[in-house]
């Protein structure tokens, strides 16, 4: 049973963190990686986790002076109308990733598990699971991926242990021929599908030991990149870079290839797909959930859940734009990495440096009670 105090501990933190960063990134970067770096994108995904470890020192800064939730440190520190400011830049973030999200997971389920299925109900049932999840609380969705967590990765890396047999070594080179601004964009791609990792700042009053976030985060941010660059060089070896890029969902197409002794499993597709629709719900329903309590802050909701509905409305039309228009998803690149990533990588560090000359310097202690909205039953605090 669930102790319902919305506590959540850094194992199911730093899961909950994996599962977030890995679904969409291990779907959709190596393609893109292959198109910038090539063969030498394994050095852009240790050059881009290495940014994403030092980018943790202003994070780690943020949460040393927060001593409730992430809202109220930011009006304290920025001023209420500037700091709703942010939070509104934050709300449209989280939107803007759930829609996305959705619209990869839809396609997903679509493309491998029901090709005949109505592109509208999929979604709906998928954003009504979400907001469900969103309802009950971090507690239950923690404690459910918890559980799961072993189920996904391990399969994963069963599957990555006989995709090796088919591997080519040669396939992996020549290395060390990317220039410059080539490896340096593909270490950026790297960087920005782990920026994620920033929901940290969001998690500090559920966490039941503050204290130990951001070595948690590292730690996501490591397991990430060791199956982020185990997946890219299979791929590499067993595709090459054209046909990486040429692919739409290289790591599906690959799984869907493996063989396991004995012809078990004949629908390998079927069954690695649930590994990636459980990891991209897990980031899809992130952004939902952190979209309602954004809103819920905002307008000061208590005990009702209309502010939850309009997320649930703004995603599921937000995915339907995807859907609709072909341009969308370039649209979304280019928000991301001229609007998004530059604001969400600078300002911790602007927080961080004015809550110093502010003084908002308190160390917050393990266990102390954050003064987060809780999801529970009757919607109150």
Request: hydrophobic share 55%; charged share 15%.
């Amino acid at each position: 049973m669930f102790s319902d105090n919305q506590k959540i501990s850094i194992r199911q933190i730093r899961r909950l963190l994996i599962l977030d960063l890995f679904g969409t990134t291990s779907l959709i970067l190596p393609g893109l990686l292959a198109k910038a770096a090539g063969t030498d994108g394994v050095f852009s995904i240790l050059f881009g986790a290495l940014l994403a470890l030092l980018w943790m020192v202003p994070l780690n800064g943020v949460l040393k002076q927060m001593k409730g939730g992430f809202y109220g440190y930011v009006r304290q520190t920025m001023g209420g109308f500037v700091g709703d400011i942010l939070m509104l830049f934050y709300l449209f973030f989280f939107l803007l990733m759930g829609a996305f999200v959705l619209f990869q997971l839809t396609g997903l389920v679509r493309a491998w598990l029901l090709p005949e299925g109505s592109w509208g109900w999929i979604s709906f049932l998928i954003l009504l699971l979400a907001a469900y999840g969103t309802i009950r609380g971090i507690e239950g969705r923690a404690r459910i991926y918890e559980i799961l967590f072993w189920f996904l990765i391990a399969p994963l890396l069963l599957m990555l242990v006989f995709a090796m047999r088919g591997v080519n070594p040669d396939y992996w080179t020549p290395i060390a021929v990317t220039g410059g601004g080539n490896f340096l964009w593909g270490s950026l791609l790297v960087f920005a599908f782990f920026l994620p990792v920033f929901l940290v700042l969001f998690l500090r009053p559920h966490a039941a030991s503050p204290g130990k976030l951001i070595r948690c985060a590292r730690r996501a941010v490591l397991v990430t990149a060791i199956l982020l660059l185990a997946i890219y060089l299979v791929l590499l070896g067993s595709f090459q870079v054209k046909t990486t890029i040429a692919l739409e969902r290289p790591v599906i197409t690959l799984m869907s290839l493996v063989k396991l002794p004995g012809g078990f499993f004949a629908r390998m597709d079927a069954l690695m797909t649930a590994i990636w629709f459980f990891s991209m719900f897990a980031m899809m329903n992130t952004g939902v959930f952190y979209s309602g309590h954004i809103v819920k802050e905002l307008f000061r909701e208590r005990k009702t859940h209309y502010g939850l509905l309009a997320v649930v409305v703004a995603v599921f039309f937000g995915a339907r734009w995807f859907f609709v228009y072909p341009d969308a998803e370039a649209l979304y690149g280019w928000y991301i990495q001229y609007v998004a990533a530059p604001i969400l990588v600078v300002l911790p560090l602007l927080l961080w440096i004015v809550g110093k000359i502010r003084r908002v310097d308190r160390q917050p202690l393990p266990g102390e009670d954050g003064a987060a909205i809780d999801y529970d039953e009757g919607g109150e605090e």
